[in-house]
């Protein structure tokens, strides 16, 4: 019964792909008709079910739609995607990071109840296996001599670390168990990397624009920002980089190579591997934020850095705050050579990391259940980045660059040079919308004009409202 599930699983997945591509290549245009069920069925030597849900898997992804008593039509073709953002170069030299007072504000309102929650970069209830994972909390308190009230190894739960090292292998990584130690989130591995590579006043080069959770990080330990440019679809400027090192002493670098925050921006395999080789030459240790890269939408997931290291400078972290549950707070870093020194500084800060979740979370992998979950995740990610992009190209001034992931949570958005982006904050806010007005994003502050939206939460008639009142927002203010 199971292998005919999978079966028919796999045939129609296959079917819309081939739909998908012909559309996505401009075989079949906007407005064309598919051909019935019943024509589909026979073609394709398929059951009329197994061509229905081909069907209505593109219906979901918006592809297609279908009209009563006419049948299936193409809605949409990504080539009608608006332009995508051209990303300005940071001012030369270092910067101080000083956006403290603009992300006070920002962190104080977007969680607040009752608003459609776009600025947030993580997953919805709806995508988080709560059920599952209430029972995995139960069975590994049962599973625990003490219950999990004793405190747990310092380099973190083993079954943890087993299941992070066997699920290296899709990212072409060798590592053992011994190669990990846990954290509280993500966030504290890389304050453990930084806190293991630099000094307060050291530069630290970082990709902009980035995640406004990292300058808190720099902020707390006092270090100095050298920003590097990044293409919204290839990554890190690597010879901006290149360039940049032979003018200023740099002491680690801080990328997320694979979906970065906010421009959801992929760099190819063969840049890691130029990079990884490019810093290694200088000896400057890369810390590898690879908290996104599970949320892939393509076939296969996307190498790290850290699959091309042979030195062991590089340090990579993540945790399951974007996959299963972000209150776990369960996060993991491999450090290469720098082993000793996180041991010592996760000593004098946490001692360990929480000892049920850490077990919850390592017999969730270890079951399986990780997997399945992932694979529904990633196809909803994927259908509703494809919903948002094209309500924002329906919606918001033609002028309007959008970004195109191909795996994480978020869209990067420029809009008219006239928009201020934290003007718009403030008055989407009074509509109780929460958008990441895109000035968080740098030291300089200066994406202006752009703001982060997240993808996170299933399409709905409610975010298809917010959408349509943000795009006209946006209109109003392009008009000063």
């Not at 530069?203 to 990292?214: K, L, N, Q, R």
Request: aromatic share 10%; net charge positive; with cysteine.
């Amino acid at each position: 019964m199971h292998d005919t599930i999978v079966k028919e699983d796999f045939l129609y997945s296959a079917v819309a792909e081939r739909f998908e591509n012909q559309i996505e290549k401009n075989i079949l245009k906007t407005g064309d008709k598919l051909m019935s069920l019943r024509a589909l069925s026979k073609e394709q030597g398929i059951s009329i079910s197994t061509a229905y849900k081909a069907y209505i898997e593109l219906e979901n992804k918006g592809f297609i739609e279908a009209r009563p008593k006419s049948g299936y039509f193409v809605r949409f073709s990504p080539s009608q995607f608006l332009n995508t953002p051209e990303l300005p170069k940071p001012a030369s030299g270092l910067v101080k990071v000083d956006v403290e007072e603009m992300l006070r504000i920002v962190y104080k309102t977007i969680s607040k109840d009752g608003i459609v929650k776009l600025a947030t970069a993580t997953p919805s209830s709806e995508l988080i296996p709560e059920a599952k994972l209430n029972k995995a909390m139960m069975e590994a308190i049962r599973r625990s001599p003490h219950s999990c009230t004793a405190y747990e190894d310092v380099q973190g739960n083993l079954t943890l670390r087993k299941q992070i090292a066997k699920y290296a292998f899709n990212w072409n990584g060798n590592i053992t168990p011994d190669d990990v130690v846990t954290s509280q989130g993500c966030m504290e591995a890389l304050g453990f990397c930084l806190k293991a590579v630099t000094q307060p006043g050291d530069t630290v080069a970082m990709e902009s624009p980035t995640y406004f959770g990292i300058f808190n990080v720099m902020i707390s330990l006092g270090l100095k920002v050298l920003e590097i440019p990044i293409d919204a679809e290839t990554g890190v400027n690597i010879e901006y980089l290149e360039s940049a090192l032979q003018s200023n002493t740099v002491k680690a670098c801080l990328f997320v190579p694979n979906f970065g925050n906010p421009s959801g921006g992929l760099m190819p395999d063969h840049r890691k591997k130029q990079l990884v080789e490019l810093l290694a030459t200088h000896k400057i240790p890369l810390i590898e934020d690879d908290i996104y890269g599970e949320m892939y939408f393509g076939k296969t997931r996307p190498k790290t850095c850290k699959s091309y290291d042979k030195e062991g400078m590089v340090m990579l972290c993540s945790s399951i705050s974007k996959t299963i549950a972000p209150g776990y707070r369960v996060g993991w870093c491999i450090p290469g050579k720098f082993m000793d020194k996180i041991i010592s500084i996760k000593l004098n800060s946490t001692v360990s990391s929480a000892t049920p979740t850490q077990a919850a979370v390592g017999l969730f992998f270890e079951t399986g259940r990780y997997d399945l979950h992932m694979r529904k995740m990633r196809k909803s990610l994927h259908t509703q980045c494809l919903r948002y992009t094209q309500a924002i190209s329906d919606y918001f001034p033609k002028d309007t660059k959008v970004s195109r992931p191909q795996g994480g949570y978020v869209l990067w958005i420029e809009m008219n040079p006239h928009v201020n982006a934290f003007e718009l904050f403030e008055k989407a806010l009074k509509e109780n919308i929460s958008v990441a007005p895109g000035q968080i994003f740098s030291t300089d502050a200066r994406f202006t004009n752009y703001i982060r939206i997240s993808f996170g939460a299933p399409y709905s008639d409610s975010i298809d409202k917010s959408l349509k009142k943000l795009g006209k927002l946006v209109e109003s203010l392009s008009r000063f």
